[in-house]
């Protein structure tokens, strides 16, 4: 079936350089891309979204860019921190209320002090 | 700010047996999901609900059975358990309608032995 995943499971950055996490995805009638943040022992944490009809966005520190002719994502974390240090996941969203995500594979960011 | 609450936290269980885990979502979101996520693993979205309704179905087993409560809380019941249910399981809530922006709660971790 149709899926989302990642190019590469880890990413080594060191303090205050900025990262950039892929994601390849297959499902074009998706409306929503959205990426998590899970820390060690928690639940993923919503980091930020992206409608389908847009190819990028900002928000504090995050920039995600859209690709639909190449059905690629990426998320840019500026200046990274000790505290980006995570499994970061894209998922998708069909758009409809309740709809369950489609996650695709995690990256693991490290922080390298 | 208050946050989706699950419990057990942790549950060990011997195959053949049942399972109930709970989720109770943030206050006034009326949609609730439930994920798997097994070991390196993302997360699978199993199945949701919005206003005690069944909203959407994913990939759960059809020995797992869930309902949401006239309180929104919501239950994830697992009968006959197999070595292979052992795994984190992950309660979100949304505001409606959308449920692009899921919360997720710290999980239970559920080991079958």
């Known amino acids: 079936g149709e899926s989302v995943g990642l190019h590469l499971p880890t990413l080594s950055v060191q303090e205050g350089d900025n990262s950039i996490i892929n994601c390849a995805y297959s499902?074009?009638?998706?409306?929503?891309f959205i990426w998590y943040k899970q820390e060690s022992g928690k639940g993923p944490q919503f980091i930020i979204d992206i409608r389908s009809n847009m190819d990028k966005r900002q928000g504090q520190r995050v920039t995600v860019l859209l690709n639909k002719t190449v059905k690629h994502l990426s998320l840019q974390i500026a200046a990274t921190q000790p505290g980006d240090s995570a499994v970061y996941f894209c998922a998708e969203h069909s758009g409809g209320g309740a709809d369950g995500l489609t996650f695709g594979k995690g990256t693991h960011l490290i922080i390298q002090p | 700010a208050a946050g989706v609450i699950q419990s057990p936290r942790h549950l060990i269980k011997e195959k053949r047996e049942t399972a109930t885990l709970k989720c109770y979502p943030i206050p006034r979101h009326d949609t609730v999901y439930w994920y798997q996520q097994g070991p390196g693993q993302d997360p699978q979205f199993l199945i949701s609900f919005y206003e005690k309704m069944q909203s959407d179905k994913g990939s759960i087993p059809d020995r797992f059975s869930a309902q949401q409560f006239s309180d929104y809380h919501s239950e994830l019941n697992m009968s006959s358990l197999e070595l292979g249910d052992s795994a984190l399981y992950f309660c979100?809530?949304?505001?409606?309608?959308?449920?692009?922006?899921?919360?997720f709660g710290p999980g239970t971790r559920l080991t079958v032995t």
């Open positions: 499902n074009s009638a998706s409306d929503y």
């Open positions: 979100a809530s949304s505001p409606s309608p959308q449920g692009v922006e899921q919360y």
